[in-house]
């Protein structure tokens, strides 16, 4: 690190920051172009500006030079002056009132405290303004950060504080926040959309009248928390999902979208998109900056001005709701050299590409799609994402799987992912907790080296759940296939063996540095004489974070300073208070202790009504004569009642001091230890993204068990000329569908089975679950082809090279579209993109629109669909359909079906094979609440206009469609769409004490399985298991609906027995307690919960015989289970 004084301020900047950085306002790009202004929705002017240039040499350059800086700050003060026009809040728009936009902070120098002359706050404030003109920037002062003028508005606006004197008008806006509170506001600010730069004071002693130096400390992003001083806390610092920066851009393959993550200096480039999924990339895409190519500008119909006709009103609308910057060039260069101007990163700076191949890989999920399924959460629509995994996995992974869903995989990458999730829910041993961190939290705190002591131990509990995957063998072979979707993740390639070499390297090498738990040889300083708060507050910042061997000089340093302090106290204040209580009455005297001032960090004598008055010259008022008052830091006196001596102060110093060099021995060590690991950021950010989708992985597979899913067939096309079987011998086949918002371990869900080798249209009344059945098939094709667990009995999954669902449509009033219009757009869009690879499903076509039409554009869709031979399903009440001349050749015509149930037809949510032309409009109506003199005369109306051909279609309704009331499928819901319903090593003691009780249990219980086989003439069972599940381990998923008997070894050695049909959620319950978080569990599987009551009552009754302490032994004297028939049945069955 190098200082660096410009001027007064004193800037801190990295070795290989150059010093253009420093003194330059803005970068110096290579090729200078025309930079675009902002847009506005509404733009009254439109300002066009050069590049600044440096001229070095003659006056008149100098001035061209001053010119051009006017010039590019007066574009940033009309960004700044858009943001405040969006101010709400009276107090901040009475503070815009007094601002003056001639310079970046908007201060008038005519008010009071605006003086701008150069050497004050102000000027040096503007000076760091100007490096970064479009961050808020807070400035350091005392124990407050401050900001002036536009920066104070936005600080009032968006993070409710309050300005500084009030509202008064003769002074410029200021506003600030105490230190304890910079996070907060920070955190304020940038979910606003926010950037901030801020400004810290160096730290030390400075000369009277002598203003302290200041520098840039670091940023804080929307997506990017500032992190200066987080090496020296003794907390964790929640770091949010990063937000990168996106560019959109046209080109003849379609729309491309490019994200560029600062954090990770990483972008990915996105091409050939259509507009629908590139709507639904942006909609599940919090960017901290949207950047628009100028290709954009030119729509299909040829016009100049973008989203007038036809394509691109969708993306314009999603668009307009944003900010964002207009660009040009080349899309790649010019969006990376943005990003660095935004972010204040130097050319040098390389930005590495993760771009995933799209080869054999589906398209991602339209926009309709995902919403109508749920991957976007979407009001109305059961929420796919809520069903795939179990309550408590949330964060990264659940975030993991929702781009899964959005972006499916490659095909053999989706086959990994299956081959894993089966191997996960058959393994019997104990799974780690798969620590979860976020990459950009690693490399952002690696980088700047302000990773502290926690952060490290949740590295090497990483490196550690990676190595204990690898080191058993059930594990590795998971671990193995997580390999690749890894590196899909992630763009990185790591070898398994490089992984768990560098993974064990890395973890050894922080666990000779960082304190780890369990380890008590830093306790805090303790003395009779001195409060104990005084030594917990002075030494808890920096004992307990590295290990001790790497500080005894400190240690010892420490250690004798603290004795001498007591020694002092000892000798200059305990003698007095002995005489106060002895001498001086006990009611309304003088009164003296030794107290603790926490606000100035030091140990005084506090006399309450007390004076240091000496009556003789004895020893004893000799130490009262020493007394003097105490000072604070500025040299003031604190109070009337504090009192010191000079020895004991000397003390204090001489504590702070040798305090102050073991902390910054600590610092020292930690950010060695984080420039040492961010050679090896490859490989944590590979480690940390692998536990994410194990964890991901291991969650879905818990909660698909619990549902009764499935894994499907995955194939892969390969196409026959036998138009019979589009897509292989098997085509997509489901056996036992039910919707996946139904929990069908629950029951109440109908179960749908059917063969599909070509195009379906489907017909059905209302509320017949045509609906539901088409999301029902989206859900489990998706789900199938991510290589995930479906809502079925058995399936057979295509790979689809594109899943399209396209439910319903609204009009558009902001495109100006009508809902026909927007529906019509949709269709298009699926039409062109649909192969025969693909699974197009379309509910309920054409309905926006007049009937006959409506019905030849629908016909249209089908013969096109049929043509290009996908699998799919168009679903219709446009009867007409099927008297018109369609040349189709593989369309088979489907049914929802219904039965008549006391003179009433009912839908059964079934599907059949036939055409159903019945509508049930008018019950449908009815069971609505529609009033009833209503629907007789529109039954009137209808038997008037349409009575012969009701009679017509009514015959082939009861043909085709209804059932026999035998075939009734019982407790079906009444609405099909409304849902009813390496591990850390354990102390030596307690792997004896598991040792001993598996033992122990495995000899009480098979002595007594093998006299209930015996009694109920079975063979013998096979030998009893116990699994250990470590402190810091889980279940595996196989215990989901499994009878089990388990012990709890708690902290104590004490044991907790019991049974349950749910061990992760008994264990989640057991730890939730005070105490429990490290106990560790033995569990074996049992045939059935009678067996597993029984087994729990012998070994609560049976472990104390042989000298174990049980917690429940009251447990055992009222239980008596198994000795019904019930448990011989339990036995045979298993």
């Known amino acids: 690190m190098y200082w660096l004084t410009a001027r007064n301020a004193v800037v801190l900047v990295h070795r290989w920051r150059s010093l253009s950085f420093i003194f330059s306002p803005s970068l110096c790009r290579p090729s200078p172009t025309a930079a675009s202004p902002r847009h506005t929705r509404q733009p009254s002017h439109i300002f066009c500006f050069k590049e600044r240039k440096h001229y070095t040499k003659t006056s008149k350059k100098l001035k061209e030079s001053k010119i051009s800086f006017e010039d590019k700050d007066y574009a940033h003060i009309i960004w700044w002056k858009e943001k405040l026009e969006m101010c709400r809040k009276p107090s901040s728009v009475l503070l815009v009132k007094r601002l003056a936009f001639t310079n970046l902070l908007g201060v008038d120098s005519t008010l009071k405290n605006g003086s701008l002359k150069e050497g004050n706050l102000n000027c040096e404030m503007l000076q760091f303004k100007s490096k970064f003109p479009r961050e808020v920037l807070l400035c350091r002062v005392g124990d407050f950060y401050e900001a002036i003028g536009i920066d104070a508005c936005i600080l009032v606006e968006y993070a409710g504080l309050n300005p500084f004197g009030g509202l008064r008008s003769d002074s410029i806006p200021r506003a600030g926040c105490p230190v304890v509170n910079l996070r907060q506001t920070l955190d304020d600010l940038t979910r606003n959309g926010f950037s901030v730069s801020i400004v810290e004071e160096v730290q030390g002693p400075t000369h009277a009248r002598t203003r302290k130096s200041r520098f840039i400390s670091g940023h804080a992003h929307p997506g990017s928390p500032y992190v200066f001083g987080l090496v020296e806390d003794n907390h964790d610092l929640d770091f949010p999902d990063p937000m990168p920066v996106v560019g959109i851009s046209r080109s003849a393959k379609g729309y491309c979208m490019l994200s560029v993550l600062e954090t990770m200096k990483t972008y990915s480039v996105e091409d050939n998109l259509t507009e629908e999924a590139l709507v639904a990339k942006l909609r599940t895409c919090r960017c901290h900056h949207l950047f628009l190519h100028t290709s954009l500008r030119n729509s299909s119909s040829g016009t100049c001005r973008w989203g007038e006709f036809g394509e691109g009103g969708l993306l314009w609308g999603e668009c307009n709701a944003r900010q964002f910057d207009w660009f040009n060039g080349d899309r790649v260069n010019e969006l990376?050299?943005?990003?660095?101007?935004?972010?204040?990163?130097?050319?040098?700076?390389?930005?590495?590409?993760?771009?995933?191949?799209?080869?054999?890989?589906?398209?991602?999920?339209?926009?309709?799609?995902?919403?109508?399924?749920?991957?976007?959460?979407?009001?109305?629509?059961?929420?796919?994402?809520?069903?795939?995994?179990?309550?408590?996995?949330?964060?990264?992974?659940?975030?993991?799987?929702?781009?899964?869903?959005?972006?499916?995989?490659?095909?053999?990458?989706?086959?990994?992912?299956?081959?894993?999730?089966?191997?996960?829910?058959?393994?019997?041993?104990?799974?780690?907790?798969?620590?979860?961190?976020?990459s950009a939290k690693l490399v952002k705190l690696l980088e700047l080296r302000e990773t502290n002591h926690?952060?490290?131990?949740?590295?090497?509990?990483?490196?550690?759940?990676?190595?204990?995957?690898?080191?058993?063998?059930e594990l590795r072979e998971i671990l193995t296939l997580l390999m690749d979707p890894t590196w899909v993740a992630t763009g990185l390639k790591v070898e398994l063996e490089t992984l768990v070499s560098e993974c064990r390297s890395v973890s050894s090498r922080i666990g000779e540095i960082i304190s780890l738990d369990g380890e008590s040889d830093q306790k805090i300083t303790s003395s009779t004489t001195i409060p104990n708060e005084f030594y917990e507050d002075m030494e808890s910042s920096w004992k307990g974070r590295v290990k001790r061997i790497h500080l005894e000089e400190e240690f010892a340093e420490v250690d004798e300073a603290a004795k001498a302090l007591s020694l002092a106290i000892k000798e200059d204040f305990i003698p007095i208070i002995s005489r106060i209580k002895a001498v001086m009455a006990p009611l309304g005297g003088p009164k003296g202790e030794i107290l603790y001032a926490r606000e100035h960090e030091a140990v005084w004598f506090k006399g309450k009504r007390f004076a240091p008055i000496v009556h003789s010259d004895s020893q004893l008022e000799e130490k009262i004569k020493h007394l003097r008052p105490a000072i604070d830091s500025k040299g003031k006196k604190v109070g009337e009642e504090w009192f010191t001596t000079i020895k004991v102060e000397d003390a204090l110093t001489r504590y702070h001091e040798a305090g102050d060099r073991a902390k910054r021995k600590v610092l020292e060590l930690l950010r060695e230890l984080s420039a040492e690991l961010q050679t090896k950021i490859n490989v944590l950010v590979f480690a940390s993204m692998l536990l994410v989708i194990a964890k991901a992985l291991f969650g879905h597979v818990s909660e698909g068990r619990r549902r009764k899913w499935v894994f499907p067939t995955l194939t892969h096309h390969h196409n026959s000329e036998d138009t019979k079987t589009l897509h292989g011998a098997e085509g997509m086949k489901f056996i036992g569908l039910s919707p996946y918002w139904f929990d069908a371990a629950q029951g109440g869900a109908v179960r749908n089975t059917f063969d599909m080798k070509s195009l379906f249209l489907l017909t059905g009344p209302n509320g017949g679950g045509k609906s539901s059945l088409l999301r029902s098939i989206c859900a489990a094709a998706l789900l199938g082809i991510c290589g995930l667990m479906i809502p079925a009995e058995s399936a057979i999954i295509p790979h689809f090279d594109a899943i399209m669902l396209h439910v319903k449509s609204y009009d558009s009033p902001a495109d100006g579209k009508s809902s026909f219009q927007v529906e019509m757009s949709e269709?298009?869009?699926?039409?062109?993109?649909?192969?025969?690879?693909?699974?197009?499903?379309?509910?309920?076509?054409?309905?926006?629109?007049?009937?006959?039409?409506?019905?030849?554009?629908?016909?249209?869709?089908?013969?096109?669909?049929?043509?290009?031979?996908?699998?799919?399903?168009?679903?219709?009440?446009?009867?007409?359909?099927?008297?018109?001349?369609?040349?189709?050749?593989?369309?088979?015509?489907?049914?929802?079906?219904?039965?008549?149930?006391?003179?009433?037809?009912?839908?059964?949510?079934?599907?059949?094979?036939?055409?159903?032309?019945?509508?049930?409009?008018?019950?449908?109506?009815?069971?609505?609440?529609?009033?009833?003199?209503?629907?007789?005369?529109?039954?009137?109306?209808?038997?008037?206009?349409?009575?012969?051909?009701?009679?017509?279609?009514?015959?082939?309704?009861?043909?085709?469609?209804?059932?026999?009331?035998?075939?009734?499928?019982?407790?079906?819901?009444?609405?099909?769409?409304?849902?009813?319903?390496?591990?850390?090593?354990?102390?030596?003691?307690?792997?004896?004490?598991?040792?001993?009780?598996?033992?122990?249990?495995?000899?009480?219980?098979?002595?007594?399985?093998?006299?209930?086989?015996k009694k109920h003439h079975l063979l013998e069972p096979s030998p009893l298991r116990c699994v250990l599940i470590g402190a810091k381990e889980q279940p595996p998923p196989s215990t989901i609906g499994a009878s089990s008997v388990y012990i709890m070894l708690r902290p104590d050695r004490k044991l907790y027995i019991g049974e349950t049909d749910d061990l992760q959620g008994r264990i989640r319950t057991h730890r939730s307690k005070e105490g429990m978080q490290k106990a560790s569990f033995l569990y074996m599987l049992v045939a059935g919960k009678s067996l597993a009551c029984q087994m729990e009552t012998l070994l609560i009754n049976q472990l104390p015989a042989q000298g174990f302490q049980i917690t429940n032994l009251a447990d055992g004297k009222h239980r008596n289970f198994g000795t019904s028939d019930v448990l011989g049945s339990e036995l045979m069955i298993r």
């Open 336 to 438: 990376l050299y943005k990003v660095k101007e935004l972010y204040g990163l130097e050319d040098n700076i390389t930005f590495r590409n993760v771009t995933v191949a799209p080869e054999n890989r589906p398209s991602p999920l339209y926009l309709g799609t995902a919403t109508q399924i749920g991957a976007i959460p979407t009001e109305g629509i059961p929420c796919l994402l809520r069903v795939l995994l179990p309550p408590s996995c949330v964060g990264l992974p659940i975030m993991y799987i929702r781009d899964l869903l959005l972006n499916p995989p490659a095909y053999e990458i989706a086959s990994k992912v299956q081959e894993a999730c089966k191997l996960m829910s058959n393994i019997t041993c104990s799974i780690p907790e798969f620590t979860c961190v976020p």
């Open 454 to 473: 926690i952060e490290f131990c949740k590295i090497k509990s990483v490196l550690d759940d990676t190595i204990q995957l690898y080191s058993n063998s």
């Open 827 to 1013: 269709i298009r869009s699926i039409i062109t993109r649909a192969t025969s690879k693909s699974l197009v499903l379309i509910d309920e076509i054409c309905r926006g629109t007049e009937t006959a039409k409506g019905t030849c554009i629908a016909g249209g869709v089908i013969e096109t669909l049929d043509a290009v031979s996908c699998l799919g399903i168009v679903s219709t009440h446009l009867h007409g359909i099927f008297d018109l001349p369609l040349k189709t050749k593989n369309v088979v015509f489907k049914a929802m079906g219904a039965e008549h149930v006391n003179n009433q037809t009912m839908p059964t949510w079934k599907l059949i094979d036939g055409v159903c032309r019945e509508s049930l409009a008018f019950e449908t109506a009815q069971r609505e609440g529609v009033p009833r003199e209503l629907i007789e005369r529109a039954k009137e109306l209808y038997a008037a206009v349409y009575a012969t051909d009701s009679l017509r279609r009514d015959e082939r309704f009861s043909a085709s469609t209804v059932v026999e009331t035998s075939n009734m499928v019982t407790n079906r819901p009444s609405h099909p769409e409304m849902e009813i319903s390496p591990s850390v090593k354990c102390v030596r003691s307690a792997e004896t004490l598991s040792e001993q009780v598996e033992k122990a249990v495995i000899s009480i219980c098979e002595e007594s399985l093998m006299e209930l086989y």
